[in-house]
T-cell receptor, first 115, second 113 residues
Framework: DQQVKQNSPSLSVQEGRISILNCDYT??????FLWYKKYPAEGPTFLIS?????DKNEDGRFTVFLNKSAKHLSLHIVPSQPGDSAVYFC??????????????FGKGTLLTVNP | DGGITQSPKYLFRKEGQNVTLSCEQN?????MYWYRQDPGQGLRLIYY???????QKGDIAEGYSVSREKKESFPLTVTSAQKNPTAFYLC????????????FGNGTRLTVT
């Protein structure tokens, strides 16, 4: 039973345009959400996160939006750059207070930014 | 320069052999994790450890074993009981403070033939 879903395996956008990556979750108890970026043969790197008490978090070109009623979050990259081409993973965690903390990941979306 | 070191980068083994993957961190993080990545499957949790000498099974622990004798080290053994061991293995760690993100190593690609 997949609790975090990224329904688009791939996305292709033009350089300079907006990239929108989507993520849905089924467990309403998740209270913290993260986006990771991953290049081939490397470990994922943390991009941006959002707590369930917020609906938006912004960091430079990256903005994450959270819609709790729809159990949906999205990552916006503006403007997109060729170096953004990578696999993007959405992840979620349950309230843990530090103990028993673990992330549940989606299957990832391959973003290709064309020059 | 702090980080998570996984070694080796590539590992080849014959079927039926146990193999141990190394993970060392110098970030002074309390918690450590092992994930497995397969094509089209995302990252799946194998084992995790919040403190030394304690660890818990993740979602796909069968055929794997771990130890946590030191804070800095969390080795993963892939046993011969693991039916599909060929995969990309990722080690991660984080501070045991509320909602700190996981930091990942660069992974070990294990191929079993």
């Amino acid at each position: 039973d997949q609790q975090v879903k990224q329904n688009s395996p791939s996305l292709s956008v033009q350089e300079g345009r907006i990239s929108i990556l989507n993520c849905d979750y089924t467990n309403s108890m998740f209270d913290y959400f993260l986006w990771y970026k991953k290049y081939p043969a490397e470990g994922p790197t943390f991009l941006i996160s959002i707590s369930s008490i917020k609906d938006k978090n912004e960091d430079g070109r990256f903005t994450v939006f959270l819609n709790k009623s729809a159990k949906h979050l999205s990552l916006h990259i503006v403007p997109s750059q060729p170096g953004d081409s990578a696999v993007y993973f959405c992840a979620a965690s349950l309230p843990s207070g530090g103990s028993n903390y673990k992330l549940t990941f989606g299957k990832g979306t391959l973003l290709t930014v064309n020059p | 320069d702090g980080g998570i070191t996984q070694s080796p980068k590539y590992l080849f083994r014959k079927e039926g052999q146990n193999v141990t993957l190394s993970c060392e961190q110098n970030l002074n993080h309390d918690a450590m994790y092992w994930y497995r990545q397969d094509p089209g499957q995302g990252l799946r949790l194998i084992y995790y450890s919040q403190i030394v000498n304690d660890f818990q099974k993740g979602d796909i622990a069968e055929g794997y074993s771990v130890s946590r004798e030191k804070k800095e080290s969390f080795p993963l053994t892939v046993t011969s009981a693991q039916k599909n061991p060929t995969a990309f293995y990722l080690c991660a760690s984080h501070l045991s403070s509320y909602n700190s993100p996981l930091h990942f190593g660069n992974g070990t690609r294990l191929t079993v033939t």
